[in-house]
């Protein structure tokens, strides 16, 4: 039977998806007064966390922070339903320290189903969107249940239910993330449309019930004594309610994954996905890292209300039975009762080379992508696109200029330049060595970077703002002040540099140059400074942090202008890369597929070589462009 179709209603922007890309996606536009509708399978599942029940990880945080300060709602969401948080790389320079926060998954998830309902010029529905094209009216959104909704722009943000397919063992069946149904119809739509689809797959760990968890012998992981919100909006820092463990896989272990690794989906050739390569599963560590003796597993709780508890690090696609065998082998896991067996999931994605810089495919005007549907992995990842490709859809509905970032201003901007200026050939995740500037793009200073444009663009309020700029001005203030401070010699101040094992002072010497030293810091030459103004901890640690690493900050950001010289040199958008001599064949295949926009971008693709950029140059110089 024929179903009937009729018109649903129109808006400016339509999201299809309800996970992390499709909230922020959603929420941008509709708080930049478009009206906007958002489309999910289940609204039961909206904001749903189907791997990991944790916010930020190292570069992950500085995503969540970046998305906050533009005007983002994952930070304020992961404040709210924290369950223990912990900033990660300590040891290490603070261009690396990264906030992380084990979440409350159900409470997370029901927070952001709320904010969503209460959003002004936003509706949010539960439909499968089954077919999309685009007519002289704009994009049409067909449902399962016959309603056309007619939109100016389209995001897709459909995660991993594009065509989904779940893996355990030799069982395998269409599925969308938790049981959910798969959008198998959007995918062979989007085919007949000529979008450039591929199979990326990603994989979960088991969940098991806590009372048969044995924790006497496991490694306590225990929350930060001072804890630190996401949100600059939060006005009082995250409480740790819980404490994680961890334990470790054995030779045990590995004879059962190895003996039934014929059954592996993966490895029996079934598969035909690419997975993600910082993510492995079980089996594929204990392949790849033949020598290792044992691996570590991370036993997470997924929230206060249920008894759920999380095996990070176990993610696999064995059968049912092997997987129980070898939870078994592992210290603490002995009786371990499984709630959801681990599984793999394979699902539709878009090469990210048709996109461009703002998120929309080139070759379908008014059309974007965000999140896994991009070809990237993580939530925090999918957010900051879903934010991005919101704010630039509601910009062309508004006949603004769209916002893109550059790799300088931000880990949002390098994020998505990687993606569409280099592609990704398995599912792309954020880490701190992507990105060539990040002594500047830390995690403390991304208020200062970006709150200015999420104020301009309308998404940051005046007050927040104010905040914000109150900050700079002190840090900016205490700066200038501790370069003209000097500390005299004398017996007490020498005591404290001798127990820090650094030079004892003979003569006078500036603050600003002991703070310099490695092995001090701003708080712990305050008895020293009787001057000294009463400033908040996020304010102490910038000022530290800049004097400290004055130089190589200075160097860094010669770097960046050099860069953003070379962006400035913009690239006709008619150019035919192959009439110009002397590029390589290579370069010119390139060029050809990206259609980078400035000079600095043509720069980053690989296969495109410094001579090639020179050729460039001259070519432009010679054609007055």
């Known amino acids: ?16 998806g309800g996970g992390h890309a499709g909230i922020e996606a959603a929420l941008a536009p509709a708080r930049l007064g478009c009206k906007t509708v958002m489309f999910t399978i289940s609204l039961d599942w909206v904001g749903n966390m189907p791997c990991n029940p944790s916010i930020g990880g190292t570069a992950k945080g500085h995503l969540v922070r970046e998305l906050d300060a533009l005007g983002g709602e994952m930070g304020k969401a992961a404040d709210k339903n924290t369950l223990q948080s912990r900033m990660l790389n300590r040891g290490k320079g603070p261009a690396v320290y990264s906030l992380r926060a084990q979440i409350d998954r159900r409470a997370y998830s029901g927070y952001m189903k709320h904010t969503v309902e209460l959003q002004e010029n936003l509706d949010v529905k539960q439909a499968e969107i089954v077919d999309l094209f685009h007519e002289e009216d704009g994009w049409h959104c067909v449902t399962k249940l016959g309603a056309v909704y007619v939109c100016k722009c389209v995001i897709l943000a459909t995660g991993t239910f594009l065509g989904g397919r779940v893996y355990i063992g030799e069982v395998n069946y269409e599925s969308g993330p938790d049981g959910n149904f798969p959008a198998t119809e959007l995918a062979n739509s989007l085919k007949k449309l000529g ?11 088991a969940r098991v019930l806590k009372s048969s968890i044995d924790f006497s012998d496991l490694e306590e992981q225990p929350g930060d004594d001072e804890t630190v ?62 020598d290792k003796k044992r691996h570590q597993l991370f036993i ?30 592992t210290p603490g896991l002995e009786n371990a009762k499984v709630r959801r067996h681990a599984h793999a999931i ?117 007050e927040t703002f104010a905040r914000c700029m109150e900050r700079k001005s002190l840090k900016e203030q205490e700066i200038e002040r501790v370069n003209h401070v000097f500390i005299a010699p004398g017996d007490e101040v020498n005591r404290v540099l001798e127990q820090a094992g650094t030079t004892p002072m003979t003569t006078g010497t500036r603050l600003a140059d002991l703070i310099k030293r490695p092995q001090l810091g701003y708080d712990l030459l305050a008895p020293f400074d009787p001057e000294r103004p009463t400033l908040e901890k996020s304010v102490r640690e910038k000022v530290e942090i800049q004097i400290k690493y004055e130089g190589y900050i200075s160097r860094q950001q010669a770097q960046v202008d050099e860069m953003l010289r070379l962006e400035k040199k913009l690239l006709p958008e008619d150019i035919d890369y192959s009439a110009i001599v002397g590029l390589r064949l290579e370069a010119v295949e390139k060029l050809n597929r990206v259609r980078p926009t400035n000079i600095g971008q043509a720069s980053r693709i690989s296969g495109v070589s410094p001579a090639d950029i020179s050729v460039l140059l001259i070519w432009m110089s010679k054609s007055h462009v």
């Open 195 to 205: 979008l450039p689809l591929r199979r990326f797959k990603t994989g979960t760990p």
């Open 1 to 16: 039977m024929e179903i009937q179709h009729y018109l649903g209603g129109s808006y400016d922007v339509a999201v299809i």
């Open 346 to 462: 394979e699902y539709d994605c878009v090469d990210p080379l048709a996109l461009t810089a703002s998120l929309e495919l080139k070759e379908h005007p008014g059309l974007f992508g965000a999140g896994q549907f991009n070809g990237s992995s993580g939530y925090e990842e999918a957010a900051a696109q879903g934010l991005i490709a919101g704010i630039n859809a509601a910009h062309r509905v508004l006949a603004r200029e769209p916002l893109v970032l550059s790799r300088a201003s931000s880990y949002i901007g390098t994020l998505i330049d990687d993606l569409v200026t280099k592609g990704c050939s398995d599912p792309y995740r954020m880490m701190t060595s992507r990105s060539e500037y990040r002594l500047l793009l830390r995690q403390d200073n991304a208020d200062e970077r970006l709150m200015p444009i999420g104020h301009e663009i309308g998404l940051v309020d005046d």
């Open 300 to 329: 997470e709780p997924c929230g206060e209300d249920t008894e759920e508890m999380y095996l990070q690090g176990m993610s696999s696609s064995l059968p049912e039975e092997a997987q129980i065998q070898f939870y078994r082998t």
């Open 229 to 290: 919100p996401f949100s600059y909006s939060s006005e009082n820092p995250p409480e740790n309610k819980v404490v994680c463990h961890i334990s470790y896989t054995n030779d045990d272990t590995k004879a059962v994954i190895l003996e039934n690794l014929h059954r592996s989906p993966l490895y029996a050739g079934v598969i035909h996905g690419v997975g993600p390569r910082y993510c492995p599963s079980i089996e594929d560590k204990v392949v790849r890292f033949a």
